[in-house]
């Protein structure tokens, strides 16, 4: 039995079959975590929702911002973008299927893996938050998405959009709250020390802005001493540090799609070393793919990564 952690596929399904093909993968005895944005600006979304809905619980998703974007759209609250390549599953027959399967994903999932205690989150973690809280945070707006009324879902994905507040505090309330929350697990890269958060800057962390550093950069970060897997942020690249796994390899963008294999063996050639006791010898095994050209929409090659 293998536990495998997949970055962004955005519906880049000939890439996932690749890469499921290169690791073996067997439903039936190995499961996989994959870190959100599930669909779009990819080739073939259809496929790859139809793929990974098929595994049934050997495939564990987290919802991106790319597949609430979808949520949004097939409820008629917000347009499709030109960049947008989700037709083929607003056009589908089993269009109903799919929003509710997507309505049941996590927004962030929290696994003992082989002894290793992993946080999973598509973008970030404010900073003060503990893996607890952030599980019982993604939690408020999963029951949003899974039991509120067709008219307040409706209201909810409406209103999720928006860069305001730029902080998180306790007190925070209804809409404002669910909206930090959406925005932290789903868009973070950069914030302060204090946490007040910046979405403009969609590069490298070299190119932080002025006061702000990457999310897991904060000093005393609640959730130093918990391994944090994440997606989202493709200019980071691989990061394989003894605190997080960054798995967004920009496949969609010609880059690559990123697996992480967990093990119970022991990988001495990646030990490092850790103050922080989160790991010494942690076991794990990178597996990629290489995006093929003809898989990135020919409209998509020259635009930037987002």
């Not at 495939?59 to 960049?83: P, T, W």
């Not at 390549?85 to 929290?110: C, G, V, Y």
């Not at 019982?136 to 209103?159: G, I, M, P, W």
């Not at 796994?245 to 990123?258: E, T």
Request: aromatic residues 8%; glycine residues 6%.
């Amino acid at each position: 039995m293998a536990h495998y952690l997949v970055g962004d596929i955005q519906g880049c399904n000939a890439a996932l079959g690749r890469l499921l093909e290169k690791i073996d993968f067997s439903p039936s005895r190995d499961t996989l975590y994959v870190l959100g944005d599930l669909v779009n600006r990819g080739p073939d979304s259809l496929a790859t929702l139809e793929r990974l809905i098929a595994f049934g619980h050997s495939a564990k998703c987290l919802l991106g911002n790319h597949d609430l974007n979808l949520l949004a759209i097939a409820c008629g609250v917000r347009k499709a973008h030109r960049k947008d390549t989700l037709n083929p599953i607003l056009e589908s027959p089993k269009l109903d299927a799919f929003i509710h399967w997507l309505k049941h994903q996590k927004m962030a999932m929290r696994q003992s893996i082989l002894n290793h205690d992993v946080l999973m989150v598509h973008a970030g973690v404010f900073p003060t938050w503990t893996a607890t809280k952030t599980i019982a945070l993604a939690n408020e707006v999963e029951l949003v998405l899974q039991h509120a009324s067709n008219n307040a879902l409706k209201t909810f994905l409406h209103d999720m959009y928006g860069d305001e507040p730029q902080q998180w505090r306790d007190d925070l309330q209804g809409t404002p709250r669910l909206r930090v929350i959406v925005n932290v697990l789903t868009r973070m890269r950069f914030c302060r020390p204090d946490g007040t958060m910046e979405f403009k800057t969609k590069d490298s962390a070299e190119a932080a802005p002025m006061g702000f550093m990457p999310w897991f950069d904060v000093p005393n970060r609640a959730t130093q001493k918990t391994i944090v897997a994440f997606g989202h942020w493709s200019t980071l690249g691989w990061l394989n540090r003894t605190d997080v796994y960054a798995l967004d390899g920009g496949c969609v963008w010609g880059g690559y799609l990123n697996a992480l294999k967990l093990s119970d063996q022991p990988d001495t050639a990646n030990n490092k070393s850790s103050k922080d006791n989160v790991r010494n010898t942690t076991p794990i095994e990178r597996i990629r793919v290489k995006c093929l050209a003809e898989q990135v929409p020919q409209s998509f090659q020259a635009i930037r990564r987002t």
